[in-house]
């Protein structure tokens, strides 16, 4: 049997409950060694997002990994606050995790991440579901990251599907299209996942019983979070169910599922402040028409999967292991911000 290629990763979160589901996908896959975490504030504050990185992480026996500060505000404006009636008050579904003993790491997530990009040169991948502005930041401190970097999977966007916070705009590109119009310029292969293919794979209740039945305490921890998530999503499936935006990005990156329909085109981002305000406009008129090849086209744009993502991603989640001696613990109660 051929042994999986691990590569090493970045990842730039803003770790609320379907952040918490990527980075255990990412933890319990082998095809991906995680280098380094940025916190950037979208569902949560980029400290509260810091805090529930570190403290999943310690549940998960990876406490190792360093985890980095990043942007508080947007390119343009002020940090709006969240979405807790979407994460709960804490971003992990007011499910309390004990706290790490370990601290953030001296520097910002984009001062780690250019790091990182230099010390992998040309391996380095880039998982970005969280607003962009971390990233944003990074290629102006280093406009060489393009060429250092083997590749970014951005979750955000939607193509032809509507928005979730305005009728065209997506959350992490709304809270900063600025940033998003930076890194989709870049010249670099970009692969997004929009809300046209995380809106229509969903995770069912029995999923979720599944999670809570896992052996690991971190897959048991998912499972309550996502309780919160359900009830959020209940009004709009009808039933106790959610999307699963950021873990569908995550193994999309690792290539643990793969794309059925994925054209490269060029995207742009609308900065202005009227109501197209976040919208990313994806050039696939050759969808109706014989439409010519878009030179420099770096993005692919998924739009549909091949296969059932659910029931993959809950056999991952439940292989997670983490060393001998993890004991960390969590439970259901107040919220810990």
């Not at 969240?82 to 804490?90: E, L, M, Q, S, Y």
């Not at 380095?124 to 401190?141: D, E, S, Y």
């Not at 670099?188 to 995770?203: A, E, F, G, I, R």
């Amino acid at each position: 049997m051929t042994t999986p290629i691990s590569h090493p990763f970045y990842l730039d979160c803003d770790t609320g409950i379907d952040d918490a589901l990527a980075l255990a996908y990412l933890l319990a896959s082998p095809q991906a060694d995680v280098r380094g975490i940025g916190t950037v504030s979208g569902n949560v504050s980029a400290a509260v997002g810091a805090r529930n990185t570190l403290d999943l992480l310690q549940l998960a026996g990876h406490a190792h990994i360093p985890v980095a500060l990043g942007a508080h505000d947007p390119q343009a404006g002020t940090f709006h606050g969240g979405a807790p009636h979407v994460h709960g008050a804490n971003g992990i579904g007011d499910v309390s995790l004990e706290a790490a003993d370990a601290e953030l790491v001296p520097g910002t997530a984009a001062e780690m991440l250019v790091r990182l990009a230099h010390e992998h040169p040309g391996q380095l991948r880039i998982l970005a579901v969280g607003p962009l502005t971390n990233i944003a930041q990074a290629l102006r401190l280093d406009p060489e990251l393009p060429r250092l970097v083997q590749d970014i999977t951005i979750m955000g966007g939607a193509a032809f599907a509507p928005g979730n916070i305005t009728p065209v705009a997506e959350a992490n590109i709304a809270n900063d299209p600025e940033a998003a119009a930076d890194v989709l310029a870049a010249d670099w292969d970009v692969t997004l996942v929009p809300l046209d293919v995380t809106m229509s794979n969903v995770l069912e209740e029995s999923h979720r019983q599944e999670l809570l039945a896992a052996g690991h305490p971190v897959p048991q921890a998912l499972g309550d979070m996502l309780g919160y998530y359900f009830r959020f999503y209940e009004s709009q499936f009808g039933r106790a169910c959610s999307a699963m935006h950021d873990p569908l990005a995550a193994a999309l990156a690792v290539g643990g599922v793969s794309a059925a329909v994925a054209p490269v085109v060029r995207v742009d981002v609308d900065t202005t402040d009227g109501p197209g305000r976040g919208q990313t406009i994806c050039d696939l008129r050759g969808r109706y028409m014989d439409y010519p090849e878009q030179p420099g086209a770096r993005c692919r744009v998924v739009l549909e999967l091949e296969g059932d993502f659910a029931p993959h991603l809950v056999e991952v989640l439940q292989s997670l292991s983490g060393p001998e001696g993890t004991t960390a613990a969590w439970s259901v109660g107040a919220a810990v911000a």
